[in-house]
């Protein structure tokens, strides 16, 4: 464990304070687990290439030179530039890797074992390192050596088939479902991997992989077509087993509406006052209405059409039917309760107070976020100061180029 001593919040801490996370990762997926990992108190020590920094740096939109995605996945972490090609930036990087806990990388395989850092190196360096690799496909795979991004996953592994209109081509989801919840994933497993630290006292090596994720978020639509033979379709806003479920357009905007059982549906028929042709319950079983899904949809689309959404919303709302408007993100920022709650933090980046996403969960020893995401090489000198490099030697190295 190490000893540094990493920033702190509040004087809280979080759980992971004393440990030491190199982030040697790139793009979403490797740098969200960073952030995570920092946000529960974790010194996360973010490592680039001296010129070709991650490529997140120039993502749109960005202001004073900041990009808005980078400062998202690498809040709270400190940075420090260093060329693994170059001697001296080896030896620095491998000093890094001594002191730390956990190491995260998203390398291409083979690239750790060119550097002379395949596992049993690691081990060498570190006998209590957690090694978290995360790669688009397992390896020992057929794809393990292809790259992996966001789009392609999506479409490979099926996710796109279900997304979109039924009568449209398949779209992307316009989250970065699969890279984010790599990041999460990527974080258990290496809260998971410092338990089992804790409890044999040995390295362990995990490996997270955006095909994992891609499948486990697919979930029941696998069990399903693997049970009953049934390939999911795309329905848009609506679901295929739920009906009515969908968004529904009022007079001044759509609002989703989820009566996706009997009960609500007898409550959303009341509080809209839909009748079937005697005057009674329309379509009273989940099972007709799915079979009837277009009969459902416009019935329930001619009551709100031409009403304003807050009432039926506040109609609804008092019914006991689940309900929404379809926000922008700029209409969902401004909801107050995101700050009330901590699930947005302001924090000053650039000149600018910039709301960054920082709980997935409420808890008294979290920390949060804690500043800004680091310029490169910000903290260089700092963190090779605490690596034991006197002044002279820093000065050389940056020099050559080996760190910046």
Known sequence: MSTAKPPENNGRCGPLHGIRVIDASRVLAGPFCGSLLADLGADVI??????????????????????????????????????????????????????????????????????????????EINPRLIHCAIRAFPAGTAGEDLPGYEASLQAYSGIMSVTGEHASDPVRCGVSVIDLGTGMASTIAILAALRERDRTGKSQYVEPALLRTATNFLNYQIAGYSLANVLPQRFGSGHEMLVPYKNFQCADGALLIAAGNDRLWARLCEALALKDEQGGLPLPTLALRIANRKTVNDLVGSAVAGRKRQAVRDALTAAGIPCSPVNTVAEYVADPTLIDAGVLQNVGISGENVALAGRLFDADFLSGVRHAPPAPGEHTEE?????GFGAAEIEQMRAHGAIK
Request: net charge positive; aromatic share 4%.
């Open 46 to 123: 973010r490592v680039e290439h001296p010129t070709k920094h991650d490529e997140v740096r120039s993502w749109k939109p960005a202001k004073n030179g900041v990009s808005a995605a980078f400062a998202a996945v690498n809040h709270s972490k400190r940075g420090v530039v260093i060329d693994l090609a170059a001697p001296d930036g080896l030896l620095v990087f491998r000093r890094l890797l001594a002191t730390a806990d956990v190491l995260i990388e998203n390398f291409r395989p083979g690239t750790l074992e060119r550097l002379d850092l395949g596992p049993p190196a690691l081990r």
């Open 383 to 387: 963190v090779l100061q605490s690596l």
